[in-house]
């Protein structure tokens, strides 16, 4: 048996609310928010995760070497962040109540909120009242959903984009496949038993109701809704205007001088600049013996030091990948080379030494450069701190 609380409106129906934690708040999450219709408390959520995401990645551009236990941290605030309003969950959702004009009407103890709904309307169990317990695909339903969940939220921790967003698509089709299941069952179906005039075991204390609503309530919900709507807007805002510059080279880590993109040259040029290779490469320019160790790169770089605004670390579907995110005056300098160099190659220098060799297939625009094939995730991280100053 379980405590619930009932809430009544004038006009609408009633709503019973359990005391106590709400696991399915737990393993949910958005998805227990969107199906309460609480939306005060999503909107707020979002505003924090949002602004916690805009935070990682400032911190994560200011201090590259702290960037893997910045992640760690951060995942552990939202999981005991979630776990606070996972436990409160059910007190929220009495709150948004009271905020839409309900008030306490009654407290009983029953099996579920169906039968609590029923005892309280009643005043005693009623042989035709079915119980509301899910059927077994229901739960089965929604519990692959929440597994789903997990590991699609699993794999956007270790930033592999496509399996998380797989998962995530399939954790939506089970949750929403599940609802409908549910919907059916509650418009059409029956449960397995149904309470006896003769149940005993349940307590209920009823209310009276209060002279007027609870504005507090009221004014309380509006002003986090706006709160949440203005902080939203700020967070939003700001990552918009980042890829447009607002966070630039300056305000971030200094790049080392030695990190630039140069175009390959034949060995014969007068200015050639001659590097050593920090990796063996198969695919070299026709001009380069077998077994060469030095590659002959244009003096003049695409893009330097000054032109590259991060480098960080990350997954992709062959491994370890380095990601470089450049100004808006970096990019446009990419895109132009490597358009105007189609099948020419081109070199990722850092150290005195050539990082990556690669051929230009197509034009790189976005202000975005992945290169891949670079050593192990431990190598790549070593790397991207020794390419900051």
Same mark, same amino acid.
């Given at each position: 048996?379980?405590?619930?609380?009932?809430?009544?409106?004038?006009?609408?129906?009633?709503?019973?609310?359990?005391?106590?934690?709400?696991? /399915?708040?737990?393993?949910?999450?958005?998805?227990?928010?969107?199906?309460?219709?609480?939306?005060? /408390?999503?909107?707020?959520?979002?505003?924090?995760?949002?602004?916690?995401?805009?935070?990682?990645?400032?911190?994560?551009?200011?201090?590259?070497?702290?960037?893997?236990?910045?992640?760690?941290?951060?995942?552990?605030?939202?999981?005991?962040?979630?776990?606070?309003?996972?436990?409160?969950?059910?007190?929220?959702?009495?709150?948004?109540?009271?905020?839409?004009?309900?008030?306490?009407?009654?407290?009983?103890?029953?099996?579920?909120?169906?039968?609590?709904?029923?005892?309280?309307?009643?005043?005693?169990?009623?042989?035709?009242?079915?119980?509301?317990?899910?059927?077994?695909?229901?739960?089965?339903?929604?519990?692959?959903?929440?597994?789903?969940?997990?590991?699609?939220?699993?794999?956007?921790?270790?930033?592999?984009?496509?399996?998380?967003?797989?998962?995530?698509?399939?954790?939506?089709?089970?949750?929403?496949?599940?609802?409908?299941?549910?919907?059916?069952?509650?418009?059409?179906?029956?449960?397995?038993?149904?309470?006896?005039?003769?149940?005993?075991?349940?307590?209920?204390?009823?209310?009276?109701?209060?002279?007027?609503?609870?504005?507090?309530?009221?004014?309380?919900?509006?002003?986090?809704?706006?709160?949440?709507?203005?902080?939203?807007?700020?967070?939003?805002?700001?990552?918009?205007?980042?890829?447009?510059?607002?966070?630039?080279?300056?305000?971030?880590?200094?790049?080392?001088?030695?990190?630039?993109?140069?175009?390959?040259?034949? /060995?014969?040029? /007068?200015?050639?600049?001659? &590097?050593?290779?920090?990796?063996?490469?198969?695919?070299?320019?026709?001009?380069?013996?077998?077994?060469?160790?030095?590659?002959?790169?244009?003096?003049?770089?695409?893009?330097?030091?000054?032109?590259?605004?991060?480098?960080?670390?990350?997954?992709?579907?062959?491994?370890?990948?380095?990601?470089?995110? &450049?100004?808006?005056?970096?990019?446009?300098?990419?895109?132009?080379?490597?358009?105007?160099?189609?099948?020419?190659?081109?070199?990722?220098?850092?150290?005195?030494?050539?990082?990556? &060799?690669?051929?230009?297939?197509?034009?790189?625009?976005?202000?975005?450069?992945?290169?891949?094939?670079?050593?192990?995730?431990?190598?790549?991280?070593?790397?991207?701190?020794?390419?900051?100053?």
């Amino acid at each position: 048996m379980q405590t619930f609380r009932i809430y009544r409106h004038d006009t609408r129906p009633d709503e019973a609310v359990k005391v106590g934690p709400s696991w /399915p708040a737990f393993f949910f999450g958005f998805f227990w928010l969107l199906f309460k219709r609480l939306w005060t /408390p999503l909107l707020v959520v979002l505003a924090v995760v949002v602004t916690v995401s805009l935070l990682e990645w400032l911190l994560a551009t200011a201090f590259p070497r702290a960037e893997s236990t910045l992640t760690y941290v951060v995942t552990a605030l939202c999981l005991v962040g979630w776990m606070v309003v996972a436990m409160r969950g059910n007190r929220l959702r009495a709150w948004v109540l009271r905020s839409k004009g309900y008030w306490q009407a009654a407290e009983v103890t029953a099996m579920d909120a169906q039968h609590a709904l029923a005892l309280a309307t009643e005043g005693a169990p009623a042989a035709t009242v079915a119980a509301g317990r899910l059927p077994l695909v229901v739960a089965a339903l929604m519990g692959g959903g929440g597994l789903c969940a997990f590991v699609a939220a699993f794999f956007a921790f270790r930033q592999n984009g496509q399996a998380g967003l797989v998962f995530a698509v399939f954790a939506g089709v089970l949750m929403v496949a599940g609802a409908v299941v549910q919907a059916i069952v509650m418009r059409h179906g029956k449960a397995p038993r149904a309470w006896q005039a003769g149940d005993a075991g349940h307590r209920l204390d009823r209310f009276e109701r209060p002279a007027s609503p609870d504005d507090g309530a009221r004014r309380e919900a509006r002003r986090w809704r706006y709160g949440a709507l203005g902080v939203l807007a700020v967070t939003l805002g700001l990552m918009l205007f980042a890829p447009l510059g607002l966070f630039d080279a300056d305000s971030g880590p200094r790049i080392h001088p030695s990190v630039a993109l140069h175009l390959a040259a034949p /060995p014969a040029g /007068p200015d050639a600049l001659v &590097l050593p290779l920090r990796t063996s490469h198969a695919d070299m320019p026709s001009w380069h013996s077998p077994g060469e160790t030095t590659v002959s790169l244009r003096p003049e770089p695409v893009v330097s030091a000054d032109h590259i605004r991060q480098v960080r670390a990350t997954y992709g579907e062959g491994g370890p990948v380095l990601v470089m995110t &450049l100004s808006r005056d970096g990019a446009q300098r990419l895109a132009d080379a490597t358009a105007a160099n189609l099948g020419g190659e081109m070199a990722l220098v850092a150290n005195g030494e050539v990082i990556s &060799l690669a051929t230009i297939q197509s034009e790189i625009a976005g202000g975005e450069l992945m290169v891949a094939g670079i050593g192990t995730a431990g190598e790549v991280q070593a790397l991207v701190v020794s390419m900051h100053e």
